[in-house]
């Protein structure tokens, strides 16, 4: 507005509701009719439209009609809307932009938390039950020895013995290590070293614990400690031996899972056992039992004996 008018205009509003709007109506005073070429002037505002959102035909900027010697009216002035718009009340809302923001935000955390009911992150919160597996996951996996692995990267779940899923091993590895990520044999024996000693006592201790749920049900937790010490070295050793760089691949994710699964089919033995439930408990181990050993399988492949070092032992039960 030219500084010597009396004529005020929330610019900010009128975008909001031009483009809200329908039949939009810019109503220019008369004191626009000595308009002068400052920079402040309304003219100047038209010119670049995308500022108060009149881009469509039912959008119209009209100047009152004294306002003929404006030097700008031929740039301004459109035709007027269709007669439908022309008949129909033209009020603008008195619509802040905070609020129209407030109402966008709204409308959002509706869609995200649709989308949340339909996750592909369900398997995890759904534990045992749903899964089939050792339960204590919950939806964003914190609990968990390894917060990302393979489910709740992709969203899916392995299966749960890679010795009995051939299709599925062979989307990961092919027929053998062609397709797996190459780390140097230096670096290997390197973490062989320092972890080696640590996952076979772990991978020792989780199988004297089978025996425990029944005959020595009081020993049991502190078994499942000394197990439990290993758990997160089996996790960095496979991440080393599968990642050539820092990014996390998906063979380091599948092993992470199955560390995951061990631990959490430690802790469903625990609790079984407190409860005096020996079926469950020892379904729960079974369980742990097939994660360890899909760890050993996939993983003893890049222990290279006179290399690298020897190959871990299976679990036995």
């Known amino acids: 507005i030219d500084e010597n008018s009396s004529a005020s205009l929330d610019v900010s509003m009128m975008s909001v509701e031009?483009?809200?709007?329908?039949?939009?109506?810019?109503?220019?005073?008369?004191?626009?009719?000595?308009?002068?070429?400052?920079?402040?002037?309304?003219?100047?505002?038209?010119?670049?439209?995308k500022r108060l959102g009149v881009t469509t035909?039912?959008?119209?900027?009209?100047?009152?009609?004294?306002?003929?010697?404006?030097?700008?009216?031929?740039?301004?002035?459109?035709?007027?809307?269709?007669?439908?718009?022309?008949?129909?009340?033209?009020?603008?809302?008195?619509?802040?932009?905070?609020?129209?923001?407030?109402?966008?935000?709204?409308?959002?955390?509706?869609v995200i938390t649709a989308?949340?009911?339909?996750?592909?992150?369900?398997?995890?919160?759904?534990?045992?039950?749903?899964?089939?597996?050792?339960?204590?996951r919950d939806f964003y996996n914190s609990?968990?020895?390894?917060?990302?692995?393979?489910?709740?990267?992709?969203?899916?779940?392995?299966?749960?013995?890679?010795?009995?899923?051939?299709?599925?091993l062979r989307s990961i590895d092919g027929n053998g290590t062609e397709k797996l990520p190459f780390v140097p044999m230096k670096r290997r024996y390197d973490y062989y070293n320092r972890f080696a000693a640590r996952i076979s006592a772990a991978l020792s201790a989780y199988e004297r614990a089978r025996l425990m749920i029944k005959e020595q049900p009081a020993e049991l937790a502190e078994e499942m400690r000394k197990a439990e010490d290993g758990f997160r070295p089996m996790g960095i050793?496979?991440?080393?031996?599968?990642?050539?760089?820092?990014?996390?691949?998906?063979?380091?994710?599948?092993?992470?899972?199955?560390?995951?699964?061990?631990?959490?089919?430690?802790?469903?033995?625990?609790?079984?056992?407190?409860?005096?439930?020996?079926?469950t408990a020892t379904e729960a181990w079974n369980i742990g039992r097939d994660a360890a050993n899909s760890y050993v399988r996939f993983v003893n492949r890049l222990i290279l004996p006179g290399k690298v070092g020897t190959p871990f032992n299976l679990v036995d039960g």
């Open 115 to 136: 989308a949340a009911d339909h996750s592909p992150y369900d398997a995890i919160a759904a534990g045992t039950a749903a899964a089939g597996a050792g339960g204590g």
């Open 237 to 279: 050793f496979a991440t080393q031996l599968l990642c050539p760089d820092v990014a996390v691949t998906r063979e380091a994710l599948l092993m992470r899972y199955y560390v995951n699964e061990l631990y959490f089919a430690s802790k469903e033995v625990l609790e079984a056992c407190s409860e005096g439930d020996i079926t």
């Open 57 to 110: 035909r039912d959008q119209t900027a009209q100047i009152d009609e004294n306002s003929s010697a404006h030097p700008c009216r031929a740039q301004m002035v459109k035709a007027s809307a269709r007669a439908d718009h022309a008949e129909r009340p033209r009020v603008v809302q008195d619509v802040s932009r905070r609020a129209a923001l407030r109402q966008v935000a709204v409308a959002l955390a509706a």
């Open 18 to 49: 031009a483009r809200w709007t329908p039949g939009f109506v810019l109503n220019a005073p008369a004191a626009l009719g000595s308009c002068t070429k400052s920079t402040k002037c309304l003219c100047r505002l038209l010119h670049g439209p």
């Open 143 to 168: 609990n968990a020895v390894f917060k990302e692995d393979y489910l709740y990267k992709f969203g899916t779940r392995p299966p749960r013995d890679l010795s009995q899923a051939a299709d599925f």
